[in-house]
């Protein structure tokens, strides 16, 4: 069965961790490497993708052989992350491909992408402006100018935000209220902070109430999300 959240949900669209609180529904990242056994423990909901990172510590093509074997599964609702990085000491050429690779296995899977984008939202604003992407696209960790979040939306993507966002000086705080709620997704990523911190702040800024985010987020994980 295809895990899909309750109505009521909270939903963290991008973690690490491997426990999910009551009332919550999470997309748990795991790196492809890491995956030695099938399924991984819980019948929840999973993103799994080869990371810019560790692109140089793995064998690409047998991972990308394991990642569209792994896409047969339900439980696997997206690949990711996988993206690009120019913090990282890692050939761009290489990143790029490795990302299209992964682009064409979730469009072959039918599957949403959770994507990986560090000091590299121009470059995904170039691929996207170059080829059109059958599949939703979700940025994860968005941490980028307003401009930036107005053009990659105009693009299709989708805009999940994390801790920056509880920042006093974040500059995304300052915008967010004006974004196209029906874009946006919350995350808690690697941080230890609960995702309805996430939510409240997100009411706080926008002035709605948790329940009016709690149903904004759940229509907009069906749009992305049952293809
Ligand atoms: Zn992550």
Known sequence: MIPFPHRNDLIDLHTHKMTVPAG????????V????????????????????????????????RKLESLLNDPMVVAVGEAGLDRGVDIPFELQTSL????????????????IHCVRTYSDLLDILNQ?????????????GTREMAGKLIEKGAYLSFGHSLLHPASR?????????????????DMSPLGIRDLYKRASALKGWSLDEWVATVHNNYSSCFSS
Do not use: C
Not at 47 to 56: A, F, R, V, Y
Not at 102 to 113: N, R, T, Y
């Open 24 to 31: 919550v529904f999470a997309i748990t990242n795991l790196f």
């Open 33 to 64: 490497q890491d995956i030695h056994q099938w399924p991984p423990g819980h019948g929840a909901a999973f993103s799994t993708g080869i990371h810019p990172w560790h692109l140089e510590q793995v064998d690409r093509n047998s991972q990308l």
């Open 99 to 114: 990302f299209l690779e992964q682009v064409h296995l979730a469009e072959k899977a039918g599957k949403p992408m959770i």
């Open 131 to 143: 080829q059109s992407i059958g599949i939703p696209l979700i940025i994860h960790g968005f941490r």
């Open 172 to 188: 995304q705080a300052v915008y967010f209220a004006n974004l196209p709620a029906e874009r946006v997704f919350f995350e808690t």
